[in-house]
């Protein structure tokens, strides 16, 4: 996994870079049946409201799962797949620490998004260009079925945060929408995306389902202020001279299980 000079300069200057085929197919099925398995055991939870931030509404449906490792073997390995830390520490420098993971699905027809925010809003780390998320299109990713959109060039300011009226949980901001890029990607593309870029998703106006997995990671050096994400001690160290592959955070080894499935 390696960028060209032209990819890197695009992520460092305009706050985010697509990848179309990151993941494979196999890699892909495996993850759409995982996220069946959660599905049907229960473990995605509805997070869109009645515009009160607390009703929770009966016809849109926002489900997330965060964190996700707790409860899926898979997806615990997910960030320890090679190419995961190889491509992550291009663009923001190491060491790479696993900061937070997490699936947005969206059924289809009723499928709602998440508003516009800056993740650097909720990890308040002192450089956001050194944090980036990893978002994994699980389906197709369109603007019919509410794509992520992105700010390019916006990660520097902060901008004003308050309580999404639309999550139980979230906040939202109001960057200027004009200049929104709309990310369409194929199952298994990626879209990188520093935790200063203001970024959102939309409705899911087709009939089939659309889920994104988020993984977001840190330079080590942001690591002892970074807020929010995993508690410190299970931010699993990816890269560097204290990369146990899991063993340290997790108490066993991860790193190889991706690859062996
Ligand atoms: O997939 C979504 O709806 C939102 C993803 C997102 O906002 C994030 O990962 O920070």
């Known amino acids: 996994m390696q960028f060209t000079a032209e990819q890197i300069h695009q ?41 009160d931030g607390k009703t929770h509404s009966s016809t849109r449906f926002n489900l997330q799962l965060c964190p996700m490792w707790p409860h899926s073997a898979l997806f615990q390995a997910m960030p320890f797949a090679p190419k995961v830390a190889e491509a992550v520490e291009q663009l923001i420098g190491g060491p790479v620490v696993l900061h937070l993971d997490q699936v947005f699905l969206k059924p289809g027809r009723h499928g709602a998004g998440t508003n516009w925010h800056q993740d650097n809003a909720y990890f308040q780390i002192e450089d956001p260009l050194k944090g980036t998320a990893l978002w994994t299109a699980v389906h197709a990713a369109t603007e019919a079925n509410g794509t992520i959109r992105v700010i390019p060039r916006q990660f520097a300011e902060l901008l004003h945060h308050e309580r999404d009226p639309d999550s139980d ?46 993984l977001h990671f840190i330079n080590a050096d942001q690591h002892g202020t970074a807020r929010g994400g995993f508690e410190p001690d299970k931010r699993p160290i990816l890269t560097g001279p204290d990369a146990t592959g899991g063993e340290k955070e997790y108490g066993r080894k991860i790193a190889g299980t991706w690859e062996y499935g």
């Open 11 to 51: 992520f460092r200057t305009d706050g985010w870079l697509a990848i179309p085929d990151f993941w494979s197919e196999s890699e892909v099925t495996a993850m759409r049946l995982e996220l069946d398995r959660l599905k049907a055991d229960g473990k995605l939870r509805n997070v869109a409201t009645d515009g």
């Open 169 to 214: 949980h979230h906040i939202r901001c109001w960057p200027d929408e004009s200049k929104a890029v709309s990310v369409e990607l194929p199952a298994g593309g990626v879209v990188f995306f520093a935790y200063g870029t203001p970024h959102a998703t939309g409705a899911n106006n087709t009939d089939a389902e659309r889920a994104g997995v988020a």
